[in-house]
T-cell receptor, first 115, second 113 residues
Framework: GAVVSQHPSWVICKSGTSVKIECRSL??????MFWYRQFPKQSLMLMAT?????????EQGVEKDKFLINHASLTLSTLTVTSAHPEDSSFYIC???????????FGSGTRLTVV | TQLLEQSPQFLSIQEGENLTVYCNSS?????LQWYRQEPGEGPVLLVT?????EVKKLKRLTFQFGDARKDSSLHITAAQPGDTGLYLC?????????????FGKGTKLSVIP
């Protein structure tokens, strides 16, 4: 089946630094990928839609200058959390739509801790 | 604005009991998906329902799509500890751009042995 590989699985960084998270579609091409953030005991909140070869579309309230998204190829989307702060600590998950039955496959997530 | 409600938010039951999780909206879904997520992992697709009134079964899980396509339910029979997880409904609405997938608040299920 379609697999989305996400890494790193977890990362700890200092306040003020930037962290890049990668999401790759391994056996299919993903023109569109989605980035979510999930706080403890909460559901997934859509942050942005990543479009190959064009600018990402951000959800209301998500700072585009803070969460930089790049989708330079059909198999790779990256999310860079710039100037990270402790409140950015969260579980970040990417996904891609697969096939005609509207199924979505998800990466395994990245646990970001900013200290 | 589409309002989506998923209930209950938390559910703790004994092994062998039955349970039902509900997902309701103020708008008509073009389709709806149910996912299960375990801690520290991404959600895994359980089922997609598309037709009003549709019922799908996946072993002990029964998924129903309301006739009006504004609601869906997930029923688990004889719950097992392995069913523990966060269950998420994710509807799609007609006209949504880029096939965005948004989620309900989720139901955190704990099945106690």
């Amino acid at each position: 089946g379609a697999v989305v590989s996400q890494h790193p699985s977890w990362v700890i960084c200092k306040s003020g630094t930037s962290v890049k998270i990668e999401c790759r579609s391994l056996d299919f091409q993903a023109t569109t990928m989605f980035w979510y953030r999930q706080f403890p005991k909460q559901s997934l909140m859509l942050m942005a839609t990543s479009n190959e070869g064009s600018k990402a579309t951000y959800e209301q309230g998500v700072e585009k200058d803070k969460f930089l998204i790049n989708h330079a190829s059909l198999t790779l989307s990256t999310l860079t959390v710039t100037s990270a702060h402790p409140e950015d600590s969260s579980f970040y998950i990417c996904s891609a739509r697969v096939g005609v039955h509207y199924g979505y496959t998800f990466g395994s997530g990245t646990r970001l801790t900013v200290v | 604005t589409q309002l989506l409600e998923q209930s209950p938010q938390f559910l703790s039951i004994q092994e062998g009991e039955n349970l039902t999780v509900y997902c309701n909206s103020s708008s008509v879904f073009s389709s709806l998906q149910w996912y299960r997520q375990e801690p520290g992992e991404g959600p895994v697709l359980l089922v997609t329902v598309v037709t009003g009134g549709e019922v799908k079964k996946l072993k002990r899980l029964t998924f129903q799509f309301g006739d009006a396509r504004k609601d869906s339910s997930l029923h688990i029979t004889a719950a097992q500890p392995g069913d523990t997880g966060l269950y998420l409904c994710a509807p799609q609405y007609s006209g949504a751009g880029s096939y965005q997938l948004t989620f309900g608040k989720g139901t955190k299920l704990s099945v106690i042995p």
